[in-house]
Each structure stands twice: as C-alpha cells, then as structure tokens.
C-alpha cells in the first residue's frame, strides 16, 4: 500500500517536472533565446540530388515548428569554377551546364530582394522543385516568375539583377563562401551543421533532416522530435553506458551462492 501511495507522488512528481521542462523551452522559444543550431546547405541549382534534400527534408522541416531552432544559410554555388578574364570579369562553368549557374544566379539576386529567412527559403524550394534537366534559360525563367511572386517580389528584378554585374558578384560572394568552407567542395548537396566539414552529418542529414537537428538540441528536446529517429552518432558511449547500468542493477540480483554452485 505505502509503495504504491509512495510510486504515485513519484509520478507526480515526475509529470509535473516534464511539464515544467516544457513550459521552460516554450517560453524560451518565443523569447528568442533558445540555442539555434546552424545550417549551412552548399548545391547547386540543377543538382537532382540537391533538389530532393531541399525539396523532401529541408521544406518540410522548416515549415513545422522545428524551424525556430534552425539558424540556416544557402549557398547556391555548388562545384562551380570560376575564371576572371584580362579585364577582370568573372566567367562561371557549371556541373549542369550554363543554365544552371543561371540558376545559380537568380537564387545568388533573390536573398538579396527577399528580408525574411522563411520566405527565402520557401522562394528556393519553390526553384529547386521547378527547375530540372533539361533545363533551358527559358525555364530558368519561368521558375524565377512562378517563385518570386509567393515570395512578395516582382521577377524583373530577378532577372535584371541576374543580367547584371550586381548579380555576378553576389555569386562570386557565394563562390568565395564555398572556396572558404572546402576547395574543392566533394558533394552537392553537402549540408554542414556549425561550419563543419563532415561527411557522415551531411549523409544522415540528407536521409533525415529533422533527425539530424534533433541530435544537435540539447534536451529537454521539442515535441517535434518526439517524432522523428535521432541518429546516435556517439554510439559507443551510450552502449558502453548501457553495459554498465545492466551490470550494476542485475549483478546484485544474483545471489552469490548460485555462482560458485559448481
Ligand atoms: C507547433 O507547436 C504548436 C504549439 O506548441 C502546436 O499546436 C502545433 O501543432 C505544432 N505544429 C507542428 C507542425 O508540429
Ligand atoms: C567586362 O569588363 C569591361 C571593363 O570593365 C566591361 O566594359 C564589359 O562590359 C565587361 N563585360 C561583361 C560581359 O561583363
Ligand atoms: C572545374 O575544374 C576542374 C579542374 O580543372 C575540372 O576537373 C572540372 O570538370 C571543372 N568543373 C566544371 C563544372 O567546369
Ligand atoms: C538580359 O541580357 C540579354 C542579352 O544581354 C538581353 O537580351 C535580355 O533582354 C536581358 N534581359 C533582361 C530581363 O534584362
Ligand atoms: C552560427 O551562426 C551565427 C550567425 O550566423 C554566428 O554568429 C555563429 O558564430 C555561428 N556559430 C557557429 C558555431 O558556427
């Protein structure tokens, strides 16, 4: 009777904690202070592998409420080579051929018109999932005019911007942001969590975005990733930890004499 009067407080006890946890992270969630884990995505527009991260992971994610816990930068730039000629203009080559540094381009013109991160990022996503090969600049277009005007933003200035010097140096800043982060960069996409370089995070990030940033938020975790398969990268230390726990809460269990019976 008492161990079980006495299991009830506990659980109370415990629920009431959990809630107050919540409450805790509501709050600094709306206050801005929760500790945002940073994202930055290298690829490039034509790219049907970039394409299906930023269509099928990225999107998704960041219209939920995991979102508020996102710091994200794109960089639409990908394996691009970059010459200057005699006069010091740049020419760009690109994986997918000439329509994708077009491509490129207009995404590179776009975050300078768009103020707000989330439209942005919808703006890219609505490009990605529009463009494809065979692409051609007419195509190009065609996305740039369908995106921009969800994104509150009048085309033209897309495609003035991408016709112009204004838009070939914003591409070269994206250039140099790649160059900076890996020369030259392996895949596309490679998404980078905290400026890192690291192949295995990029991979499970492109098999489960939200998986990937739940791993990255200190606990107490968010309703949202209640949902969603943490990848435990660490492995070693939570099975060893296991091992552990198992030895210290059996091994008292087995009466001695049992053990030395033969
Ligand atoms: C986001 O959070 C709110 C309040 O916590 C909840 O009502 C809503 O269902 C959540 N949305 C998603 C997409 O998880
Ligand atoms: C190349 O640079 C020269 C001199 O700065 C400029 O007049 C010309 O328009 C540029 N050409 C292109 C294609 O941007
Ligand atoms: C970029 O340059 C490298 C080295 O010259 C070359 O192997 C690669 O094919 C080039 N890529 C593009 C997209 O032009
Ligand atoms: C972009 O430049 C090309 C050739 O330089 C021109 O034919 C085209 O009209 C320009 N487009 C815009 C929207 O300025
Ligand atoms: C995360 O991004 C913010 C703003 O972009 C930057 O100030 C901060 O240094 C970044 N943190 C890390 C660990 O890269």
New binding site residues.
Partial sequence: MKVYYLLGILMVAAVGRAAAQNEEIEDSVENRQVKKVNVTVYYESLCPFARDFIVNQLRPTLRGNLSRYINLELIPYG???RTSDYNGNATF???HGPEECYGNLIQACARDFIDSDALYAEFVACYMDAVHPPASRRLMDEAAEACATPAGLAASRLRTCANNTFGVERLIHYGRLTDAFATPLRRVPTVAFEGVDDEAASEAARASFAGEVCSRIEPPRPAECEDVKIVQRNGGVTVRTAVWSFLWLVLPLIRADRLFMW
């Fill in positions: 394996k691009t080579n080559s690109c994986q």
